[in-house]
C-alpha cells in the first residue's frame, strides 16, 4: 500500500512539473501502456503513477478552463452571484470570495476587494456587482511565491476589485445551500461582539473555525519567523480532539443506555461518533488539507475497529495519502500537504519499533526535534527558510495551545452559542491569556537571526538535503546519524558562486508597477529601490526582495538606495531594512529617514567594490523642481561595460546629464520612469545607445508602460527591450571585458502550465 501511494503521488508531482499540460490522447495513451506493462510485469504500483498522473490532468484542465476569458480583463463587468467565503473587512478594504451565477467568459469563482464598501456583505449573500478582473497573476522571481499556484490550487479563476454593487439579499435557500459557510461567519460574528476589536479576536477566530485571514500581518509575521504558524492552523490535533472528546460522550451516554437495557456497544457508538463530529468539525473549518488528511485517517480506523481489523501505522497513512490524492488531486499543491503528511510520516518514522519506553519529556522532545530535522527540506521548499527559534518557542506554545488555549476556544465558542453570557466571559479569559503570553512568540520573533534563510539549492543539492534529513532520522549507527546531520546544516549555509573580481551580478525584479534592482559584486549587495507598498498592508520588500537575497544566500545589504520619495520605488525599503541587515541607506528625498543616518546621493560621489566602480552622476548640488527629477543616477562600472540606473528621471534631468556627460560605452540601461513618454527622450536615447534596455513595469498597467514609442525609439538605437511585465525578474552578469549577449527570463524559463506566458 505504501509503495502504490508514493507511485500515485509521484504521477501526481510529475504532471505539475511540467511546463506545459500535454494533450488528452497523450495522456490516455500513456495510462494504457502503462496499465499493459503493470499487468505483463505484474508490478501495480507503475499503474498507480499513471493513474496519478491522469487524475491530476483531468482536475488541472477544468481548472485552466474556468478561468476569466482575456478578451475580458480590465472591462467594466456587471456580474451576478453569492458571496462564498466568510469576508474580512479592514481598513485597506473588504475582501472576499465570490461565487458568480453562470455568464460567458467569467469564471464560477473570482476574489474580490472592495474599497471603501459601505457595508460588509454577509456569507451567501447574493449581490449585483460592477467589477473589473483579471487573470491570475503574480510576481515572478527567484525565491518568491507562487501565487498563481495558490489561486490554480484553491479554484480562483481571476482577481479583482469591486467599482459598485448592491445587495440581492440572502434567502433560506442560500442558507441551506451553503450552511457551513453562514455558520462560521455566524461563530464569527459571534467571536467578534463578545471579544471586540482585540489582537487576540483574529486568533480565537482562527482557532475556532479556521479563518486564518482573521490574524493581522504582524501577527502571521511573528508566528512564521517563530516557527509557530501551524498553531493557528486547524489542524489534526484540533479535529482529532474534538473527534476524541464526541467519542467520549458518546461511550458515556451509551453506558447510561444500556443500564436501562438498551442494546449496542459502547466502542462502536464512540467509533461512530467521533468520526461525524471530526467530518462535521473539519467542514466548518474550511475543509483544508490538514483536516482532510485527518478525517481519512479517523474514518480509517474507525472502519478498522467497527470491523474488528488491525491497520498498520504506514498503511493507514498511505490510505490517507491516496483518499486526499482521490478528493483532490491538486492537493501536493498546497504546502499544507506536504507539512500535514511530512509531519506524521517523521512521527511514525521515530515513534514506532522501539521496545524501550520513554518519559513524556524525553518523548516530546525527540517527537520534536525529529518533526524540526524531517521537515528542513518541505521548509526550504516552501518558504526558504528556517526558524532557529522554533524549537525553544514550540517547546512552550505547543503545550500552551494543545492542553489549555484551542480545548478553551472550542469550549468557549460551544458555550457562546447556547450560553452567551458563559462563552464571552470564557472566551475573554482565553483572550487575555493569549494576549499576555504572545511575547512568547512575538519576541523570539524580533530577534537577530530568529530566521536563516537558505538559498535555492540545485538538484543534486535538493537529493543531498533530502537524504541527509533522511539519514538524520533514520535507525542507523551514531557516526551515519551525525553525518546526516552535518550534511542538513552544509546545505542550509550552501550559496552559488558570487561574481567574479570586477564584474556583477544584476537582477531587475519583478515588482509591479515599481522599481527593485539588486547589484551583488563579489563580497558587497546594493540595492536601488525596493518596489511599492500596497492597501493591504504588504509591500514588494517583504514579498520580492528579501525573498530573492535569500533565494541567492545574501544575508546583509551594504548600500540600500531610495532614487526618490515615489511610492513604487521606496514603499518596500523599510520593511526591507527591518528584514535585513542593512549597512548603508541613501537617498535623493526623505523616504529613508525613520531608518536614521541616511546619506544624500549627489553628482561627483563615487566609491569601488570588489574591483567595481559606482558613481553617482544626478542630482546635482542645485536640484531640478520635480520628484522625478530629483531621482539618484548610479551608474556602475564593471571594468569598460556600464549599468545605468536612472530611477524616474524625466527629460530636464536627462538634458543635464547629457551636459555634464554620460559614460561610456553604456552596456545596459534600465529605462527611467518605466518607459514612460515623460523621458527616454531622444537625444538621451542617442547619447547612450545602450546594448540592452530594460523596463521594470506592471502586467496590464493602467497607463500603459512602457509606452510604444519609448520601446521603439530604444530599439532604433540598436537596444534589445526586455520588460518585468512579461520576462519577470530579468538577470544578467556584467563582465569586463565580454559584451552581454543575453538576459535570463525567469518566466519564460519557469514555465509551469497554469501560468501564462
Not at 138 to 148: A, C, H, I, K, L
Not at 420 to 432: D, N, S, T, Y
Not at 725 to 730: F, H, K, L, N, V
Request: charged share 20%; net charge positive; glycine share 10%.
Amino acid at each position: 500500500m505504501v509503495r502504490t501511494a508514493l507511485s500515485w503521488l509521484a504521477g501526481t508531482c510529475a504532471l505539475l512539473a511540467l511546463p506545459v499540460l500535454p494533450q488528452a490522447f497523450v495522456v490516455a495513451l500513456l495510462v494504457v501502456v502503462v496499465a499493459l506493462a503493470a499487468r505483463l510485469l505484474r508490478r501495480w504500483p507503475i499503474l498507480a503513477f499513471a493513474l496519478g498522473f491522469g487524475c491530476a490532468w483531468l482536475e488541472l484542465s477544468s481548472r485552466l478552463q474556468e478561468r476569466l476569458e482575456p478578451s475580458l480583463e480590465g472591462r467594466d463587468l456587471s456580474i451576478a452571484g453569492t458571496v462564498a467565503s466568510v469576508p474580512q473587512g479592514r481598513a485597506e478594504g473588504t475582501r472576499f470570495r465570490f461565487a458568480t451565477l453562470a455568464q460567458p467568459g467569467v469564471p464560477p469563482l473570482v476574489e474580490l476587494t472592495w474599497y471603501d464598501a459601505q457595508w460588509i456583505p454577509a456569507p451567501a449573500e447574493r449581490l449585483q456587482l460592477e467589477v473589473r478582473l483579471r487573470r491570475p497573476r503574480g510576481f515572478s522571481n527567484p525565491g518568491g511565491m507562487d501565487q498563481e499556484a495558490r489561486m490554480l490550487r484553491e479554484g480562483i479563476g481571476a482577481t479583482g476589485y469591486v467599482r459598485q454593487g448592491r445587495s440581492l439579499g440572502r434567502e433560506w435557500r442560500d442558507v441551506l445551500a451553503r450552511p457551513m459557510l453562514v455558520a462560521r461567519g455566524a461563530i464569527y460574528d459571534a467571536i467578534r461582539a463578545g471579544l471586540g476589536e482585540r489582537p487576540a479576536t483574529g486568533i480565537v477566530a482562527g482557532l475556532a473555525v479556521g479563518l486564518q485571514d482573521a490574524l493581522s500581518q504582524q501577527q502571521w509575521r511573528e508566528l512564521a519567523r517563530s516557527g509557530t504558524s501551524h498553531l493557528m492552523a486547524i489542524s489534526g490535533m484540533h479535529i482529532g480532539m474534538v473527534g476524541a472528546i464526541a467519542a467520549w460522550l458518546a461511550a458515556r451516554a451509551q453506558r447510561w443506555r444500556q443500564g436501562r437495557g438498551a442494546l449496542g456497544c459502547r466502542r462502536d457508538a464512540a467509533v461512530l461518533a467521533g468520526a461525524l463530529t471530526a467530518f462535521g468539525y473539519a467542514l466548518l473549518a474550511g475543509w483544508s488539507v490538514p483536516t482532510q488528511r485527518t478525517v481519512v485517517m479517523i474514518a480509517l480506523v474507525a472502519a478498522a475497529l467497527r470491523l474488528r481489523r488491525r491497520v498498520g501505522a504506514a498503511d493507514a497513512l498511505a490510505l490517507g495519502t491516496l483518499a486526499v490524492l482521490l478528493l483532490d488531486p491538486l492537493a501536493p499543491m498546497a504546502v499544507g500537504f506536504w507539512l500535514s503528511f511530512g509531519a506524521v510520516a517523521v512521527i511514525l518514522f521515530v515513534s514506532t519499533g522501539h521496545c524501550a519506553k520513554t518519559g513524556i519529556v524525553a518523548g516530546f522532545t525527540r517527537v520534536q526535534l525529529a518533526v524540526t530535522v524531517g521537515l528542513v527540506p518541505v521548509l526550504v521548499g516552501s518558504f526558504g527558510n528556517v526558524s532557529l527559534v522554533s524549537a525553544p518557542v514550540n517547546a512552550v506554545a505547543i503545550p500552551l495551545y494543545t492542553l489549555i488555549v484551542v480545548p478553551a476556544v472550542l469550549l468557549g465558542t460551544a458555550l457562546m452559542l447556547a450560553l452567551p453570557i458563559a462563552g464571552e466571559a470564557m472566551l475573554r479569559a482565553v483572550a487575555w491569556l493569549i494576549e499576555s503570553t504572545w511575547p512568547l512568540i512575538g519576541e523570539p520573533a524580533a530577534w537577530p537571526l530568529e530566521t536563516w534563510g537558505i538559498a535555492s539549492l540545485p538538484a543534486a543539492g535538493w537529493i543531498a538535503l533530502v537524504g541527509g534529513a533522511v539519514a538524520a532520522l533514520a535507525p542507523l549507527p551514531a557516526p551515519g546519524r551525525v553525518a546526516g546531520v552535518l550534511l542538513v546544516l552544509a546545505l542550509c549555509v550552501w550559496r552559488a558562486a558570487p561574481p567574479a573580481e570586477g564584474a556583477i551580478h544584476v537582477a531587475l525584479l519583478d515588482v509591479g508597477q515599481g522599481l527593485a534592482v539588486v547589484v551583488e559584486t563579489r563580497r558587497h549587495v546594493l540595492v536601488f529601490d525596493a518596489g511599492p507598498a500596497f492597501r493591504s498592508g504588504t509591500d514588494t520588500g517583504a514579498l520580492v526582495v528579501e525573498p530573492y537575497l535569500r533565494s541567492r544566500g545574501l544575508r546583509k545589504v551594504d548600500a540600500l538606495v531610495a532614487s526618490h520619495d515615489d511610492e513604487d520605488h521606496v514603499g518596500g525599503a523599510v520593511t526591507l531594512a527591518r528584514l535585513v541587515d542593512v549597512r548603508r541607506r541613501i537617498a535623493s528625498g526623505r523616504a529613508l529617514d525613520p531608518l536614521g543616518n541616511v546619506e544624500r546621493c549627489r553628482a561627483g560621489q563615487a566609491w569601488s567594490w570588489d574591483g567595481v566602480r559606482f558613481e553617482w552622476l544626478h542630482p546635482a548640488d542645485v536640484l531640478l523642481p520635480g520628484d522625478n527629477d530629483q531621482s539618484c543616477v548610479l551608474a556602475v562600472h564593471a571594468g569598460r561595460r556600464v549599468l545605468l540606473l536612472p530611477g524616474d528621471a524625466e527629460a530636464p534631468a536627462e538634458q543635464e546629464l547629457l551636459e555634464r556627460g554620460l559614460p561610456a560605452p553604456v552596456e545596459v540601461v534600465v529605462v527611467a520612469h518605466h518607459g514612460s513618454r515623460t523621458s527616454s527622450s531622444a537625444a538621451f536615447v542617442d547619447g547612450t545607445r545602450p546594448r540592452w534596455a530594460l523596463v521594470s513595469a506592471g502586467f496590464r498597467n493602467r497607463w500603459g508602460f512602457p509606452s510604444p514609442a519609448v520601446v521603439r525609439r530604444w530599439r532604433d538605437a540598436g537596444a534589445e527591450v526586455v520588460s518585468t511585465a512579461d520576462s519577470g525578474a530579468i538577470e544578467f552578469d556584467l563582465e569586463p571585458d565580454r559584451p552581454l549577449d543575453r538576459v535570463a527570463r525567469w518566466r519564460p524559463a519557469h514555465l509551469r502550465a497554469w501560468r501564462d506566458p
